[in-house]
């Protein structure tokens, strides 16, 4: 699916809530807006959201324009640089007052340790004079603005100030491309208004495309195409589609009108369609193959809009862009797979402008990547029950009389329509072992096996069962064979939606040195999976490929920790030219899977207000109950992530132009009299390796760390030893020995203030330095009553034995003082009745 709002009854662990998927950092596109379909049809929600369009200003911010929320459910409280205990917010001007169990409090009944006590929250009043901020509360009626610069409450505890480096949310707005290459309207001008398309699903409409010049004879290209164009007509793609097939050199030729799946029967009969040989023609013409491609799939209704084209190919057609504008007005979806080194640099760009896939398919022998690329192809329905997934997916050159072996883990969410898929490079079929998890043997003779496009099929009938498959393929002959086998399979119930994984890049071209950030979304439904061992296979045009494994653990190109988004930088670039990448995922059954909660940016539901002064409580949110499944298996799946392209790569040795990766997870704590930090090591290149020292700078005045931290105090870290890569970083000083010296006081700052602000860089072994990490920050004083705060057990305990000797001491002035009063009044008594006698 690739919408950028996405409407669902998929639920999450707070109900309803509408979230948005942040894998990058601030200032960057997020990936998609969630909503449930409830949130839409329920109007009981709007008390809790606020009103729908306000919902989605909030959550298109961070979709479009990467920022983040300016509330923190974690952290809802903080002590300022002024020692006083305020609310996670912003801006600081929105009131309330905090509400006990039996109504108002004062704040320092609802804080024990860190959080607020049981019973206690934070209520805000309905009726506000504060105009911000839509990314902390949009509900409020008076709330129509974003922080800036002047309303920004840089020290609250938020993922803004954290991942925007204390930057307000309109100041990150306005630097975007939207705001920062168009100019304000002018005068009472209205603006233009928006159009909308509403589009309906339709007919499912393929056709291929596919080269046939002589190019295609060389590195087994044509064999590789036909090997993986039956795998996807006999497998994958899905039953009712329209499938044509066009072939093209100089010249393009209809080889199969569309023809509607409803049976194996049509399967075999466009298999039967494929070209079987290359002409002797070199020249290529993609616009001649195109043209013919939409002349077949508008015979069905008269027009383009809404098919795919596949268009496969490894001529170099300088002319490709001369059918652009042609492409873009069909309203075809271009997914485009490059075949060798020689593919025109342009070709992608029909993909990119269509929103369609790309590839590339290196000439190595063992890649498997053409299968690959038509595995991840589907005909775009979006709906996972009925997609295929690859479970397996490798190739190796087996010398003679030598066995490749293996095992595949078939989970219990997938299993029907499973098919293992044996290829091979010359002569016959390899001897195939192939056995089941209860030990049942499939045999060569087992297979369907095609001679002329040298494969062998084997489809499980029914449900395969669960468990660890293993294979043998034996090479019996006399010289090597590259032996490849490729393993898919579909959800077994609707009921259980199976795991996913989507592989990606951050973006589709890089310029030497910078990396290239690839990603792996994985998750089951749209929860996040976690603790999974993901691996990314990075094939160039002309060099070994390189595995890269993948992290989910919020430092160096992973941006939130446990989001289900595994990232890494890569930058071991071979040469010049296209690179294919493919991402193997496996979990194992004894490691916690499936996150509780979905991790992202999302709209706050508020608890309640204060409306003339009594407190109206909106409906708790419901949580959705997920159970947790016995995972007896794990699981195994792989997906292509498509291409992309690197340019300026130096062509012989060059020296060290990588610098270690931005920290972006420091946080700072006061216990007693130090200042303790913690970050993730980044590495000597990027997020690999490990650094060569830490330069860390304080300032009690954020301005100075922010623009000048060249000029902020240095801390000593002489004893601070850099770990490798990904490994989590402590380092504890006493920042009075810094503070009392010299720092300037930017212009405009008057009020002292008893917070410290600190930043870090690492520093590699050719001295080039990371950029500067996010700013982190902490109290230098804290007020007495808030002394748990700083969770340490002992301060605790002292606090709790002074507060009982306390109620001890005044329990006893109380009993002493009535004795006394007592022994008085009856004195008192008895002289007076002296006298009235």
């Given at each position: 699916m690739q919408a950028n709002v996405r409407v669902t009854d998929q639920y999450g662990a707070h109900g309803d809530d509408p979230y948005t998927l942040q894998y990058r950092g601030c200032g960057e596109e997020g990936k998609y807006i969630h909503f449930t379909s409830n949130f839409f049809l329920n109007d009981d929600l709007i008390a809790g959201y606020g009103p729908r369009g306000r919902v989605f200003v909030h959550e298109w911010a961070h979709l479009r324009w990467g920022v983040f929320d300016e509330y923190n459910d974690e952290k809802p409280f903080y002590i300022n640089g002024q020692n006083q205990i305020k609310v996670t917010r912003c801006s600081s001007d929105i009131t309330g007052i905090f509400v006990c169990e039996k109504g108002p409090c004062p704040q320092e009944n609802c804080i024990i340790s860190k959080l607020f006590k049981e019973g206690c929250m934070f209520i805000y009043n309905s009726t506000q004079n504060s105009t911000a901020s839509i990314m902390f509360m949009q509900s409020l009626s008076s709330v129509v603005e974003f922080c800036n610069a002047r309303t920004h409450n840089q020290e609250a505890p938020n993922l803004q100030n954290q991942m925007c480096s204390l930057r307000s949310a309109w100041d990150v707005i306005t630097d975007s491309a939207d705001f920062n290459h168009s100019f304000p309207m002018n005068g009472t001008e209205l603006p233009p208004p928006p159009v909308f398309s509403l589009v309906q699903a339709g007919n499912k409409v393929v056709c291929l495309v596919l080269d046939v010049s002589s190019k295609m004879a060389e590195a087994d290209r044509l064999l590789k195409l036909q090997q993986a164009a039956e795998?996807?007509?006999?497998?994958?793609?899905?039953?009712?589609?329209?499938?044509?097939?066009?072939?093209?050199?100089?010249?393009?030729?209809?080889?199969?009108?569309?023809?509607?799946?409803?049976?194996?029967?049509?399967?075999?009969?466009?298999?039967?369609?494929?070209?079987?040989?290359?002409?002797?023609?070199?020249?290529?013409?993609?616009?001649?193959?195109?043209?013919?491609?939409?002349?077949?799939?508008?015979?069905?209704?008269?027009?383009?809009?809404?098919?795919?084209?596949?268009?496969?190919?490894?001529?170099?057609?300088?002319?490709?862009?001369?059918?652009?504008?042609?492409?873009?007005?069909?309203?075809?979806?271009?997914?485009?797979?490059?075949?060798?080194?020689?593919?025109?640099?342009?070709?992608?760009?029909?993909s990119h402008r269509t929103g369609g896939l790309k590839f590339f398919v290196p000439d190595n022998s063992n890649s498997n990547s053409m299968i690959d690329a038509f595995s991840r192809i589907s005909s775009g329905t979006g709906d996972i029950f009925q997609q295929h997934f690859q479970l397996q997916s490798t190739g190796e050159n087996v010398k003679p009389h030598h066995q490749l072996k293996d095992s595949v883990t078939v989970d219990n969410s997938v299993g029907n329509d499973t098919t293992f898929l044996v290829t091979w490079q010359t002569s016959g079929p390899p001897e195939i072992l192939l056995l089941d998890p209860n030990g049942r043997k499939y045999y060569t003779n087992n297979f369907a096996t095609n001679p002329s496009l040298q494969t062998a099929c084997l489809c499980v009938p029914g449900t395969a069962e669960p468990g660890l498959w293993t294979y043998t393929l034996n090479n019996t002959h006399h010289s090597h064979q590259a032996l490849k086998v490729t393993v898919t399979s579909r959800a077994s119930s609707s009921a259980r939606p199976p795991a996913t994984v989507e592989a990606f890049v951050e973006r589709d071209s890089t310029h030497f040195p910078h990396p290239v950030m690839i990603y792996a979304n994985v998750r089951k439904g749209i929860y996040p999976i976690l603790n999974a061992t993901v691996t990314a296979i990075i094939e160039p045009e002309a060099a070994d490929p390189v595995a890269l494994d993948l992290f989910d653990n919020g430092a160096g190109a992973d941006i939130i920790k446990n989001d289900g988004i595994y990232s890494r930088y890569f930058f071991s670039f071979a040469a010049n030219g296209r690179y294919s990448l493919k991402v193997h995922v496996s979990h194992s059954p004894s490691l916690s899977g499936l996150a509780y909660s979905i991790p992202g940016s999302r709209a706050m539901y508020v608890p309640?207000?204060?409306?003339?002064?009594?407190?109206?409580?909106?409906?708790?949110?419901?949580?959705?109950?997920?159970?947790?499944?016995?995972?007896?298996?794990?699981?195994?799946?792989?997906?292509?992530?498509?291409?992309?392209?690197?340019?300026?790569?130096?062509?012989?040795p060059h020296p060290d132009v990588f610098p270690p990766c931005k920290i972006t997870d420091l946080h700072a704590v006061k216990v007693e009299e130090e200042v303790t930090l913690s970050w993730t090591a980044p590495g000597e290149d990027y997020d690999q390796g490990q650094a060569n020292s830490y330069e860390i700078r304080i300032s009690k005045h954020l301005q100075n760390i922010q623009d000048d931290f060249n000029n902020a105090i240095l801390v000593n870290t002489s004893k601070l030893n850099p770990q490798k890569a990904g490994t989590k970083e402590v380092f504890t000083f006493s920042p009075k020995f810094f503070t009392n010296g010299p720092d300037h006081q930017p212009d405009g700052e008057t009020q002292e203030s008893h917070r410290i602000y600190v930043a870090i860089r690492a520093i590699d072994?050719?001295?080039?330095?990371?950029?500067?990490?996010?700013?982190?920050?902490?109290?230098?004083?804290?007020?007495?009553?808030?002394?748990?705060?700083?969770?340490?057990?002992?301060?605790?305990?002292?606090?709790?034995l002074t507060a009982v000797g306390s109620i001890g001491i005044i329990c006893l002035t109380i009993v002493i003082t009535h004795c006394i009063l007592n022994r008085k009044n009856r004195a008192d008594k008895k002289k007076n009745g002296t006298k009235l006698i």
């Open positions: 795998f996807y007509l006999m497998h994958i793609v899905e039953i009712l589609t329209f499938v044509g097939i066009v072939s093209f050199n100089s010249k393009g030729e209809i080889r199969a009108q569309l023809h509607q799946i409803n049976s194996d029967n049509d399967r075999k009969l466009l298999v039967s369609h494929l070209p079987m040989t290359v002409s002797a023609e070199a020249e290529t013409s993609i616009c001649s193959g195109l043209k013919k491609g939409f002349e077949v799939v508008e015979k069905l209704n008269g027009k383009a809009y809404g098919s795919v084209m596949i268009l496969v190919t490894s001529g170099d057609d300088e002319h490709v862009g001369n059918c652009l504008l042609t492409v873009l007005s069909s309203g075809s979806t271009i997914h485009s797979i490059a075949l060798g080194s020689s593919v025109v640099e342009n070709l992608e760009e029909l309640g207000y204060i409306a003339n002064g009594n407190i109206q409580m909106n409906t708790p949110r419901k949580s959705a109950g997920r159970s947790e499944e016995e995972q007896k298996w794990g699981f195994s799946r792989i997906s292509s992530g498509g291409s992309f392209s690197v340019l300026g790569v130096p062509a012989g072994r050719s001295s080039l330095k990371s950029a500067v990490s996010n700013i982190a920050q902490a109290s230098l004083f804290i007020p007495p009553y808030s002394a748990p705060i700083l969770a340490r057990d002992n301060l605790i305990l002292k606090g709790v």
